[in-house]
């Protein structure tokens, strides 16, 4: 590792105490919403009650227990896999769980922090420190590190030519299942078929997880939870999220058609591009763009692709435009409303087609296994 200069590190712990100052006054709000959600799952199936972890009035029941003036249902919407992983924090008191969560991310936010100055250099961790979703993530008690490291561990693994290992890890992000959906068709188009068994592996086995633990029926009752339109926390602000949807709500348009053109299109083009662009840079790019309910923090993972963009791309106007997604401004403004909010989603519209359609030759810089 580089030696880190002083400028260097006076402005990552500059943004440090920025950012802590900041989760001050997110966390009294997630102590009462995200990471609720998550310890109520873990404490469903701590306690053998795996049969009741979607019933939304067990759920809500439990969560009074924890927070007596909760005005409403904050809901587990995870897989039962996830639930039980969840387990062993759910085993501590309510507000210890919660500050060692919060600890835990940011010490994982940290790890990943060291990845980015091993691989790149010191320069990289201003980059890092700059960067909201992370932070944001973590303030709201939300996992999204998580995603970023799964990422990481699974780029290191294919770097080192095991693939079989890296598509298991990537498979393990499907607990977040709905910001991966590109993964695989990627590694058809490639035709990496080792790297897409281990993936399918790791799918196969949180599948089984689930349902030994739930059965069908709890297989069914997670459908019908994720299928209930009366959650106001399953169908959030449109205008807020930095998809598709976020993009259309900020221009004021309601049409399904024009969202499933926006969808096609970019399905299309990932589909074309892919061929011969970076896995790890477009994948994971193109699968936040095309779903609903996907919120700045969920970007944390994109800190990967954006360091390789600028750091191994011979492009200057893809690093230029990597560059500014790592400042806090684009996602930053994800937190406001309309018209303000579009930012977020165009800005990563606009990377993901500077990716996909510039010159190809700028981006072969992953070893191809």
């Excluded at 009650?49 to 759920?59: A, F, H, S, T």
């Excluded at 996830?82 to 387990?87: N, P, V």
């Excluded at 959650?231 to 709500?249: I, R, T």
Aim: aromatic share 10%.
């Amino acid at each position: 590792m580089q030696r880190i200069p002083v400028s260097t590190a006076a402005i990552v712990l500059g943004m440090c105490v920025f950012w802590g100052m900041f989760a001050t006054n997110l966390l009294p709000v997630a102590v009462k919403h995200d990471f609720l959600s998550f310890y109520t799952g873990g404490r469903l199936v701590l306690e053998g009650r795996v049969g009741e972890l979607y019933d939304i009035d067990v759920q809500l029941a439990e969560q009074r227990k924890l927070i007596p003036d909760l005005p409403q249902l904050v809901p587990f919407i995870r897989p039962a896999s996830d639930a039980l992983a969840l387990a062993p924090v759910a085993a501590l008191p309510y507000r210890v769980a919660f500050v060692v969560w919060i600890v835990l991310q940011t010490l994982l936010m940290l790890g990943c922090w060291v990845w980015a100055w091993r691989r790149f250099g010191p320069d990289a961790l201003v980059y890092c420190a700059l960067s909201l979703p992370a932070p944001l993530g973590i303030a709201s008690g939300q996992d999204c590190v998580v995603m970023l490291a799964l990422w990481i561990v699974a780029f290191e693994l294919h770097e080192r030519g095991r693939p079989i290992s890296s598509g298991a890890v990537l498979g393990l992000m499907l607990f977040k299942f709905h910001v991966v959906l590109l993964w695989p068709v990627a590694m058809l188009v490639q035709k990496r078929w080792r790297m897409l068994g281990g993936y399918c592996a790791a799918a196969v086995a949180q599948v089984g997880i689930s349902l030994a633990i739930g059965g069908m029926a709890g297989a069914r009752s997670y459908v019908a939870l994720l299928r209930n339109k009366n959650l106001d926390h399953l169908s959030p602000s449109p205008q807020l999220m930095v998809s598709y949807q976020g993009f259309l709500a900020n221009l004021g348009v309601e049409s399904t058609w024009a969202a499933a053109v926006l969808i096609a299109a970019i399905v299309v083009s990932f589909v074309v591009a892919i061929r011969n662009r970076p896995m790890f840079v477009l994948a994971p790019l193109a699968s936040m763009m095309i779903v609903p309910h996907v919120y700045g923090y969920d970007a944390a993972v994109l800190l990967g692709p954006i360091l390789l963009t600028i750091f191994w791309t011979k492009d200057r106007v893809a690093r230029i435009a990597a560059a500014l997604l790592a400042t806090p401004i684009p996602f930053g403004c994800a937190l406001a409303d309309k018209p303000w909010a579009i930012v977020a989603s165009a800005s990563l519209i606009v990377f993901f087609a500077i990716l996909a359609f510039r010159n190809s030759r700028s981006f072969v810089f992953i070893r191809n296994q």
